[in-house]
């Protein structure tokens, strides 16, 4: 059974850090490119960013690039994202996702392309 586990959410004040983790288990964790989704009250699930299975692409959605920073630990299981400058405009459940093709050559952003999820942490920037 495949888990992915996040960590790392909590409150914070406008311009403030946070570092999100997600740790995967129950599959080889290396082949998969990962995503982060979030979603707010009343919103689609929306995409934020995403990384491929070796590290090497990293894609990020207009509203978050420059502030956050996907990364990813092999040997760890664990793929973070580093939020920076946040906004209050950016609280919301985070998502981290498993693609679910091992090997693509190609980065997916659309929450279909995923098959695994983790269970949500929450944001909270206030201003």
């Known amino acids: 059974q495949v888990q992915l586990v996040e960590s790392g959410g909590g409150s914070v004040q406008a311009g403030g850090s946070l570092r999100l983790s997600c740790v995967a288990s129950?599959?080889?964790?290396?082949?998969?490119?990962m995503g982060w989704f979030r979603q707010a009250p009343g919103k689609e699930r929306e995409f934020v960013a995403a990384i491929s299975w070796r590290g090497g692409r990293t894609y990020y959605a207009d509203s978050v690039k420059g502030r956050f920073t996907i990364s990813r630990e092999n040997a760890k299981n664990t793929v973070y994202l580093q939020m920076n400058s946040l906004k209050p405009e950016d609280t919301a459940a985070y998502y981290c996702?498993?693609?679910?093709?091992?090997?693509?050559?190609?980065?997916?952003?659309?929450?279909?392309?995923?098959?695994?999820w983790g269970q949500g942490t929450q944001v909270t920037v206030s201003s």
């Open positions: 996702a498993s693609d679910r093709r091992a090997f693509g050559d190609r980065v997916p952003f659309g929450p279909s392309e995923y098959d695994y």
């Open positions: 129950g599959r080889t964790f290396s082949p998969y490119s």
